[in-house]
């Protein structure tokens, strides 16, 4: 009998699918590899495995192990650990901790209910008050509430207190979100988008990993462990997805048959969430390959297929005889020849361990499936729309449920007997819900594509019918039915004892997965969205990095030596990209600048108003919107509100402050107690206090009430920190490393871009404003670095002076620190080689030179006249020569705008310096340590903070009178305080090394000789006489009212960032560290990859 041959005018539906997004992409795709061969990450992840198994055995405090155990199951290793962590939690289950803390209840609920522990929602009773609501104390407590939350889904029905917890905790978090920093907001966001419990596992963990990484109290062995495994499963997902790739694409049944849904990729994607270890490997090939075939026969019967045909092809599948096959049209023929075959060579395959029979049961699931789907058809051509019960008993079948239960079993290497496939067959309560959910979320994401096609038996219809309700109340009744079969699964899952775990535990994850599938009322399987594409991305591509390891042997000691930057890729012209980046970027930064100008002028809320500019500078677009956010905190200083938030407060007088305005810091006493301490109640508001912390590192002297806010946000900030969670707890270490006012500005823009790009509630027009900005930015920075790379490498002095510091990266980074913007960049390149030398003239003699050959060069400098070089020993002459000339160039350069004279007390300045240094050889030969007030009036022009001031004026536009300069050479208040500060964080950071060649000359060394003390105090009490020296900058820069903005903002920028390059008291910019390299990195070499949504 021939095939039957399809008549031209059969009417047939067309769901206008969109091709896979993904080609041949995991078939071509090469994967990455990180530094470590993957043999080297497998021996090194044995190797930290064994040290996780010591660590988990010898955990003895409760909720330490609590944590562990979270941690390890939220980097997604816990599989590796499952008899360590049963034991844990035995023991937890027994001791039965009476606790009034709710996070730990929850979380040691949560946990044992997990691993299948029977424990009861009881425990939550004691947090109720006497109307039997949770206690109204717990509404701030953003750690307990987000505890109770995720413990709240794993609910069993009836289980009222739960159902309690999820509300309430859901309320408060909700409100307090507008309350948090980005990074809080973004936890608490995704917790109420996506419980834990219904997150696909591998993205769990990706995310898990990152947010882990930067919390500073992470376990690192279990950090670098989590970090190998990922790598390692994820090669082994890739091979997966290839062999599955290529094999479904010699099929070709999605060319042959156009009309059905091409989702390989997606397929694979979704039956990961089913199991991902490795041991299931060819597990998950064979199942999604059972997926893809299942996917296509659903098309068949729900888009192509008529009646009559569907019927057809009911008989054939249910007869199972391939004789019976011609009597299908050619498309029915195709699709069926690859199901028999490939349920044929399944057979085959398990038959050697009598496994076979496994094949068996799937296949009479699918002969199930297709008299279900026919159904169905028939009650699309009759126009009948069932009762939703008729209905649900067929769909059920149609939902696959049952199938890819059948299906997940097929390929485990578990001994699992016919009792088990005749267990799921027979509809427990588990598969009821399973299907339950399957059908109705289906129903519901797909409800409005398939209503095109009169697609009309869907449960949503069925329920509109028959209780006469709109579609968004239908969707509501049935989204609340899908809820109570989760109750039902959590239940069953604990209590079907008789079922082992890995053979209930994939019923249990493909069902808590269709929240992630159908997000937001869409079917994102179908209609395969950016957000499936990024998903997939992040579990299965390797992204454009690898995971830093923590280097596990001792770093070396970089003295003298470049920071290992390559210079080529400075030294290469970068015009390319620049072009690229104007030409891309350019046009769209400027018309989201005036966007972003509207938004600025119309806010009139004060708090958003405050939030906005506090954003706006974090991001380091603020040198875009002067004049507007003058005018608005002028309104905001004119207001005057008294506000009783803490947070607002500070927020409001720290930004004040920053512009200059003469605002005083009263207004924080309604924030004391009686004894004029701050307020208890403020002590666990982790917001507020991050807040005052930062405003009181604006603080003036004597300002002792800003000094309490210091010492009181300070330590109960310490004390929150071990509470949070970790992106909260980063967000507060990094504060009480560096406060906001003391990282430098394109740092902290390039650290911001990546907190507020994660935060739901951002201003996406200002985030894709400073993601452009940051990049033009950083071509026009790049491009400068390259001109002074080149100015360098021609000059040739690192090579001629090899004992000088060659720091030229290093010295352009530092530069940047004082003015970042566009207009500033000629100035930035000026400033920058007047660093390098005046950097290279510290090294002449500081280390190299002799006393005699030191007072011949300060003769000539002194002079400054090239006919007395000769005196100079060559490596001076050399060194003069290129300051000399260097000098001459920038003074003719500024000739025609009658500026030279700025190059004038540049020189006037260098002389000083000169005269200083000597001063200092003078007491090294002599072995003599001055006073440290005979000490600092010398160093503080060593310091070069005087010199480097001038510097910072000779190149910028502003015009700038003599009178500036007298007034810096001067030395008011701010320059004494900006060289204290640069003189003693020096000598703090090079005291060590100092010592070594009998440096005796330094701060610290004076300090012990006058006041007899160690070390360690001396440094104590130079870093007290550091803070007051940064009070009275904060004072200077609000008073100087004489000197504008522009001027008198580099010199607070370079003050300010001492913080930074003396980290931890060590010299970071001499002792080039890892640090250092990787700010640098950040801001100068990788740019913020933005993505184009096509």
């Known amino acids: 009998m021939e095939a039957l041959s399809v008549p031209m005018t059969t009417s047939r539906q067309s769901a206008d699918y969109h091709p896979t997004v993904w080609g041949d992409y995991f078939i071509n795709y090469s994967s990455l590899q990180s530094n470590m061969s993957l043999a080297e990450q497998k021996e090194k992840n044995e190797a930290l495995r064994m040290e996780m198994k010591k660590i988990l055995i010898n955990a003895t405090d409760p909720l330490e192990s609590l944590e562990l155990i979270d941690s390890i199951q939220r980097l997604g290793v816990a599989y590796h650990f499952e008899k360590e962590i049963n034991d844990i939690l035995c023991r937890v289950q027994k001791i039965n901790i009476i606790d009034d803390d709710l996070y730990a209840v929850a979380l040691r609920f949560r946990l044992l209910r997990q691993q299948r522990y029977t424990i009861s929602s009881v425990v939550f009773k004691r947090?109720?008050?006497?109307?039997?609501?949770?206690?109204?104390?717990?509404?701030?407590?953003?750690?307990?509430?987000?505890?109770?939350?995720?413990?709240?889904?794993?609910?069993f029905?009836?289980?009222?207190?739960?159902?309690?917890?999820?509300?309430?905790?859901?309320?408060?978090?909700?409100?307090?979100?507008?309350?948090?920093e980005p990074s809080s907001a973004l936890m608490v966001t995704s917790a109420l988008e996506l419980p834990l419990v219904r997150r696909p596992e591998r993205l769990k963990a990706r995310n898990y990993i990152e947010i882990y990484d930067k919390y500073k109290l992470c376990n690192q062995k279990l950090l670098d462990f989590a970090k190998f495994d990922f790598n390692i499963l994820q090669a082994i997902h890739q091979e997966e997805l290839r062999i599955i790739s290529e094999w479904w694409k010699e099929l070709g049944l999605f060319k042959d048959l156009p009309f059905v849904r091409d989702r390989i990729v997606e397929s694979y994607f979704w039956m990961l969430t089913t199991y991902c270890e490795h041991y299931y490997s060819h597990a998950r090939v064979i199942m999604t390959k059972l997926m893809a075939l299942a996917v296509t026969t659903d098309d068949i019967y729900d888009i192509y297929g008529t009646l009559e045909e569907l019927e057809l092809f009911t008989n054939v599948i249910e007869s199972w005889d391939l004789e019976r096959v011609r009597t299908l049209p050619e498309y029915m023929q195709r699709c069926f020849l690859v199901i028999y075959n490939t349920f044929k060579e399944l057979e085959d395959e398990l038959a050697p361990e009598h496994n076979s029979f496994r094949v068996h049961y799937l296949r009479d699931e699918l002969k199930r499936m297709?008299?279900?789907?026919l159904q169905e058809t028939k009650w699309a051509s009759e126009c009948y729309i069932p009762k939703l019960e008729e209905y649900l008993k067929v769909t059920f079948i149609t939902s696959g449920c049952i199938f890819i239960t059948c299906a997940s079993y097929v390929g485990m290497k578990e001994v699992i007997s016919k009792d088990t496939f005749d267990w799921v067959v027979s509809l427990p309560e588990i598969i009821k819900s399973f299907c339950a959910i399957g059908r109705l979320m289906n129903d519901i994401g797909s409800y409005q594509n398939e209503q095109k096609r009169n697609h009309l038996a869907s449960s949503v219809q069925c329920y509109i019918k028959e209780y006469g309700c709109s579609k968004m109340e239908a969707s509501k009744k049935l989204k609340g039915m899908v809820e109570e079969h989760c109750k039902i699964i959590n239940r069953e899952f604990v209590y079907t004892k008789n079922i082992p775990l890995p053979l209930i535990r994939p019923i249990l994850n493909l069902s808590r997965i269709y929240d992630f599938f159908y997000k937001d009322t869409i079917d994102r399987f179908t209609d395969a969205s950016e957000f499936m594409k990024k998903s997939i991305t992040e579990v299965l591509e390797i992204i454009k990095?690898?995971?830093?390891?923590r280097q596990l042997w001792d770093r070396r000691k970089f003295w003298m030596l470049s920071l290992q930057i390559d210079r080529q890729k400075f030294w290469r012209s970068k015009r390319q990209k620049i072009r690229w980046f104007y030409a891309v970027q350019k046009e769209k930064n400027e018309e989201l600048r005036m966007e972003m100008k509207k938004t600025l002028i119309n806010a009139n809320d004060p708090l958003k108003s405050l939030e906005l500019i506090d954003s706006i500078q974090r991001l380091g677009v603020a040198y875009h919107f002067e004049k507007e956010i003058n005018d608005m905190l002028c309104r905001v200083q004119k207001t005057n509100t008294i506000d009783d938030d803490l947070y607002e407060?500070?927020?409001?007088?720290?930004?004040?402050?920053?512009?200059?305005?003469?605002?005083?810091?009263?207004?924080?006493?309604?924030?004391?107690?009686?004894?004029?301490?701050?307020?208890?109640?403020?002590?666990?508001?982790?917001k507020a206090l991050l807040s005052l912390y930062e405003y009181a590192n604006l603080g003036f002297p004597d300002e002792e009430i800003l000094e309490k806010a210091k010492n009181f946000s300070r330590v109960h900030l310490k004390s929150l920190i071990c509470k949070m969670d970790p992106s909260s707890a980063l967000m507060v270490t990094s504060a009480l490393e560096f406060p906001l006012v003391r990282r430098p500005e394109r740092l902290k823009a390039r650290n911001y871009i990546e907190i507020y790009d994660k935060y739901k509630l951002c201003n996406q027009?200002?985030?894709?404003?400073?993601?452009?900005?940051?990049?033009?930015?950083?071509?026009?920075?790049?491009?400068?670095?390259?001109?002074?790379?080149?100015?360098?490498?021609?000059?040739?002095?690192?090579?001629?002076?090899?004992f000088v510091r060659d720091r030229i990266v290093e010295s352009y980074f530092w530069m940047l620190t004082t003015y970042c913007e566009h207009y500033y960049s000629h100035a930035r390149v000026i400033m920058t080689k007047l660093m390098a030398l005046a950097v290279t003239m510290d090294d002449i003699y500081d280390i190299y030179g002799t006393l005699e050959e030191l007072e011949l060069f300060t003769n000539v400098i002194e002079s400054w006249d090239l006919e007395r070089v000769r005196t100079l020993p060559e490596y001076m002459q050399r060194c003069f020569i290129v300051i000399y000339n260097t000098f001459k160039e920038i003074e003719d350069e500024l000739a025609p705008e009658h500026n030279s004279f700025r190059v004038h007390y540049l020189r006037d300045e260098l002389k000083r310096m000169a005269h200083a240094y000597l001063q200092e050889?003078?007491?090294?030969?002599?072995?003599?340590?001055p006073k440290l007030e005979e000490c600092l009036k010398v160093t503080f022009i060593t310091s070069g903070?005087?010199?480097?001031?001038?510097?910072?004026?000779?190149?910028?536009?502003?015009?700038?009178?003599?009178?500036?300069?007298?007034?810096?050479?001067?030395?008011?208040?701010?320059?004494?305080?900006?060289?204290?500060?640069?003189?003693?964080?020096n000598d703090i950071g090079s005291y060590q090394n100092e010592q070594k060649r009998n440096h005796l000359a330094s701060s610290v060394q004076c300090y012990i000789k006058e006041y007899g003390c160690f070390e360690m105090e001396a440094c104590k009490k130079l870093k007290g006489m550091v803070e007051e020296h940064c009070k009275i900058i904060n004072r200077e820069f609000v008073s100087t009212k004489n000197i504008p903005l522009p001027l008198i903002r580099p010199i607070l920028n370079f003050s300010r960032i001492y913080d930074f390059f003396y980290k931890d008291t060590i010299d970071i910019f001499t002792d080039a560290s890892e640090f250092m390299k990787k700010s640098i990195t950040e801001v100068l070499v990788d740019p913020i990859l933005i993505y184009r949504k096509d």
């Not at 039997?132 to 509430?145: R, S, T, Y």
């Not at 029905?157 to 948090?180: A, N, Q, Y």
């Not at 297709?370 to 789907?373: D, E, I, R, W």
């Open 649 to 686: 407060v500070a927020l409001h007088f720290r930004l004040l402050r920053l512009q200059r305005y003469n605002i005083s810091s009263d207004v924080f006493n309604r924030f004391l107690d009686d004894k004029g301490d701050f307020m208890a109640c403020l002590c666990n508001n982790g």
């Open 921 to 929: 050889t003078k007491w090294a030969s002599e072995c003599y340590i």
């Open 945 to 985: 903070c005087i010199f480097i001031t001038c510097a910072s004026y000779v190149g910028m536009k502003e015009v700038i009178s003599k009178d500036t300069f007298d007034w810096v050479v001067s030395l008011p208040e701010i320059i004494k305080s900006f060289c204290a500060i640069g003189r003693l964080m």
């Open 545 to 549: 990095y690898r995971w830093n390891f």
């Open 370 to 373: 297709a008299h279900a789907y």
């Open 127 to 155: 947090f109720l008050d006497d109307k039997g609501d949770f206690m109204a104390c717990l509404c701030n407590n953003v750690k307990a509430l987000l505890s109770l939350y995720e413990s709240a889904y794993l609910g």
């Open 765 to 802: 027009k200002l985030l894709d404003f400073a993601n452009f900005d940051f990049n033009i930015l950083q071509a026009i920075h790049q491009e400068e670095l390259r001109i002074i790379s080149e100015w360098w490498k021609e000059l040739g002095l690192f090579k001629d002076l090899p």
């Open 157 to 180: 029905p009836d289980e009222e207190i739960l159902e309690k917890g999820k509300k309430f905790s859901r309320v408060h978090l909700k409100s307090l979100i507008c309350k948090m």
